[in-house]
């Protein structure tokens, strides 16, 4: 099928600022995909111009067809949004702040009622919908903005950063009921997060984005499969440079990435198990003196680690 965002040679600034640097981003539909990068990255930026909120300063995109600068008023009825900054009008009860919702929408009044009580039901509501929204705990608000979100039945979900500020249980909570969404309903999500465990929790498929970048984009197992089939872990001290560069040139190592504060080492390789004893002596004629070793797959840390740079330095 043919895929329901498309987005070509997005870039933005603001004034010095670089916001997006030339985003390309096919997403087919029904799929949840995680748009993953540190803070400043360009995630909200993208998804303000996915949802017809900002216009971009070159490139376009289209959903399901249709181009949200020329066409904004056709896409806006497709979609979905849930914003990164809390819009709930605090003295609204909840029922209040979807029957509104619903009223903008100009859904009936009897679709209505049966749109909320399905949807209070879906994302467990029902006990609060009659208490105002400034007396709801933090997981209860981002529930009922996801509520709000859905209830115009859109194709397409824009959630940015959906579960930042929430406890581990309404954390993994939302993310049942956002895989839910999109298996039943064949709905297409596209979120935003800066958490690499969300992103590998409940995404197919994930795109990196740093300084306004797509910097990798794949399954979450293609882009650790990058970084070899094993990480191998050094914790240790003495020449890192020298032991990098060596490990660098063995065509069994896929990948050496080195913690310029802790000279820590992580080495990607094909087989960690057998590698293990010839990486240590490479260590010892390189001067580096290893402390502890783990091995393990790598995850999806590991790979936005290789691929921004933010901690760990190639
Ligand atoms: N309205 C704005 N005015 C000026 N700069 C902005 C504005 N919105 C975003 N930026 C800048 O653009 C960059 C990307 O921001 P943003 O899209 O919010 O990133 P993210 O959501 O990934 O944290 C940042 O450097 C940010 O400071
Ligand atoms: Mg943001």
Redesign the pocket.
């Known amino acids: 099928m043919d895929a329901i965002i498309v987005a070509r040679g997005v870039e933005k600034r ?2 010095a ?1 670089t ?1 997006l640097a030339g985003v390309d981003l096919t997403i087919a539909p029904g799929v949840v995909y995680a748009l993953l ?10 998804i303000h111009i996915l949802t017809t909120l900002i216009r971009p300063d070159a490139g376009t995109v289209q959903i399901a067809g249709h181009d949200v600068v020329r066409q904004a008023a056709a896409v806006r009825p497709l979609i979905g949004v849930t914003f ?1 900054d809390t819009t709930l009008d605090r003295e609204l009860n909840a029922r209040q702040i979807l029957e509104a919702h619903a009223r903008l929408y100009r859904i009936s009044a009897s679709e209505r009622r049966q749109r909320i009580a399905a949807l209070a039901a879906l994302l467990h509501l029902e006990q609060v919908l009659e208490r105002p929204a400034r007396t709801l705990s933090g997981g209860m608000r981002r529930r009922l903005q996801l509520a709000r979100s859905l209830l115009a039945t859109p194709q397409v979900l824009f959630l ?1 950063e959906p579960t930042t500020g929430l406890d581990p249980q309404n954390r993994s909570a939302l993310h049942a009921h956002i895989s839910d969404l999109a298996r039943t309903r064949g709905m297409t999500v596209l979120l ?1 997060t800066h958490a690499m465990d969300e992103a590998e929790a409940i995404a197919e498929r994930v795109g990196i ?1 740093d300084h ?1 970048r797509l910097v990798a984009e794949g399954t979450p197992r293609s882009l650790t499969a990058a970084l070899g089939a094993d990480l191998v872990r050094f914790r240790g001290y003495g020449d890192s440079t020298a032991l990098r560069s060596a490990l660098g040139a063995l065509p069994w190592v896929s990948r050496v990435m080195v913690d310029d504060a802790s000279s820590d080492i992580a080495i990607g390789v094909d087989d960690g198990a057998r590698r293990v004893a010839e990486l240590v002596t490479w260590a010892q004629r390189c001067g580096y003196q290893v402390q502890a070793i783990d091995v393990r797959h790598p995850s999806l840390a590991e790979a936005f680690l290789a691929h921004t740079g933010v901690a760990l330095r190639d």
């Open positions: 603001y004034g600022t916001a990068g540190p803070n400043g990255a360009g995630k909200t930026t993208l990164q940015d935003s984005i306004g």
